[in-house]
């Protein structure tokens, strides 16, 4: 994975860790616009039990996934073409947790 620090105008930096097939599949612009939305708009999708907050943009049939956990001060920004809300959810836990 590939990460990178975002310093807005706010007291706030953010870290994003970008997945190597979200970095394939998607331009610069797209996921630069999707990271903006998430952080303009908020989560689309919170998860009661882990505090993960998780949104979805589709372009054209992909979709990319970013989320965030709130104990990190980050984001993450992944496709994957066979996994779900629900699994990414799950691995996103595994990999936080081990």
Do not use: C, W
Request: glycine share 8%; charged share 25%; no cysteine.
């Amino acid at each position: 994975m590939v990460g990178f620090v975002v310093a807005s105008g706010r007291k706030e930096t953010m870290s994003v860790v970008v997945d190597p097939s979200a970095r394939e599949t998607f331009t610069p612009r797209e996921l630069t616009d999707a990271f903006e939305e998430f952080k303009d708009r908020g989560p689309q999708y919170l998860d009661a039990e882990t505090y993960i907050k998780m949104s979805a943009y589709q372009f054209g049939e992909r979709v990319l996934i970013v989320y965030e956990e709130s104990e990190a001060a980050g984001v993450v920004i992944l496709y994957s073409p066979n996994l779900g809300v629900g699994e990414v959810l799950r691995k996103s836990e595994s990999i936080h947790s081990g």
